[in-house]
């Protein structure tokens, strides 16, 4: 079974997933930030493919991504990296990138890719749901993997219904009309979206991420959704001076 | 009649086009997309943006026969002065049509993305004609190269926004545009300055742009007894003019498209901005096209002397051009285009824009006959440029040294 589903049957509440950029703060980060991670008791993981034009996302990540390319990252390097980590690591596993340099390998090479390393899922902010279902659903099906989509503020209710039942792993909540980045505590009009969409009864379980970055936020999240997604905050924690096992550690316990 | 190079209904000509939007901007666009061409072809419409094209813009634009200009490369050479428009280029044509667009679904707040100046000035000047808040993206880079036009934008009204990522210049004020867009998607319209960005930008501007090729067709018939020249000639960055000028005449195959790419140092030294000669198969800023990108998949960046042609994509009409064969498109290096802009202005006494340049640089090359009748797109005028100009006097001393 796909372990983005084992995670969401297994009745597991306040759901924390990360996400990091692949590749940052060091070339060679990537596959230990996963372990430590996971040893911390983070229960998904999400890895960032670094990317030179990421327009849905804010200055943090941004720079981690131009760091993590100018460090030498690549897709191809990126499965090199991960190629054993199934041997160290049962966390479900997921990528998250822009549809360019997946294109550019070749959807059938990267999808071989990900399913040899064990990737559970993808996140691809810029491939709409319909180009997907038409042009790539039957090749990712076959795979096993899980495409999540997102939805937003904005997102009609009809629409919001039909992007669930196209679902296989979990919706991912951007929290508001903003590109990635933290912020301190969630607004009224937020927080009657998460219960506007917590209210839907949705079949699909959700993640709320875009500015989850502290106990608070993390708090009310998982009030109205099955957890939280957080990435820039993690990705500032990391690029401060220290061991990544003890800025991970640092982070974590702030957090829940 | 036009049917077989333009977009289908999901905005794809061909392989290339597409909306790969993430789903923060999907209301935005799907809210265009789903008005914008009833709006556009509406009467009421056409006969507001017909009458700020003659009233305000000054079209039609001249066609005039550039006789010294033919003289030297041997046959007759038309100029399409889009130069003479209002603001100085062709860029007005589309940000008239959007802010009327903009008005119609109720959005107040404008921003747009701007390469050489021409297009963040041209939507300045809508938004100051309109009374909308306007916020130009604007590469650093371009803004130290063009600086005019900054103070343009800013006398007008227009609060101009560095882009600071990348190599500065219109990639990154793009990518500043689109997000812009996701922060703000209740009251804010992003006019788009090319045949660029998801479906229905495409299709949108080639539309609004296409006035240019329907008044080629009359003032070629009255110069030329046809509507018919047999070669057209504009330059690409984006491929707004290009689209314009090509538009009535793309199932036209006795018209000969070209569309000509700035090579910057030249197509093989890496700093160059000629992404049909370069380029593969990528999506940016939304839409499939042919792409400067890395095998890895990362969009490369750019380089032309000319801040409007330095773009590492191209519009997916043009990619598919390209592709189909309809259109040919060649390139001229920095080195070329001011060369061609100094000879313009020393024959005719035009200054063309350094964009436009690239277009005239490309008469030696292609294999003129006598009794051939070219137009060359003039998309605009160069006096933002004076300081390139300048700087490239030296260059030219020996071969252009003031005639008498």
New interface residues.
Partial sequence: MNRITELFNSGKKDILSVYFTAGYPSLNDTFRTITELEKRGVDMIEIGIPFSDPIADGPVIQKSGSKALLNGMTLSLLFEQLREIREYSQVPLVLMGYINPIVRMGIDTFLEHASRTGIDGVIIPDLPPEEYIEKHQAKFQKAGIFNNFLITPQTPDTRLRQIDEWSEGFLYMVSSAATTGSRESFDEKQLDYFKRVSDMKLKTPRLIGFGVSNHTTFEQACKYADGAIIGSAFIDAVSENGSLAQKVSGFLEAIR | MKDTFLSNGKGYYGDFG???????L???VESLRKVYFNIIESDAFKKEFHDLLVNYAGRPSPLFLAKRLSEKYGAKIYLKREDLNHTGSHKINNTLGQILLARHMGKRRIIAETGAGQHGVATATVCALMNMECVVYMGETDIERQEPNVRRMEMLGAKVVPAL??NKTL?DAT?EA??DW?????DTFYIIGSVVGPHPYPDLVARLQSVISEELLWQMKKAEGTEDPDYIVACVGGGSNAAGSFYHYLDRKNVKLIGVEASGKGVDTGLTAATIAVG???????SMTM?M?T?????TEPYSISAGLDYPGIGPLHAWLAGSGRAQYMNATDQEALHAAYELTRLEGIIPALESAHALAVLGKLELKKEDVVVVNVSGRGDKDMQAYINARSLFNVNLEGRR
Avoid: T, Y
Wanted: hydrophobic share 30%; proline share 9%; net charge negative.
């Fill in positions: 597409g909306a790969f939007i993430p789903e923060m999907r209301e935005n990522s990348g990639k990518n689109l997000r996701i922060c703000n998607p209740e593969e198969p990528g999506i940016i800023h939304g792409l990108q095998d890895d998949g990362q969009i």
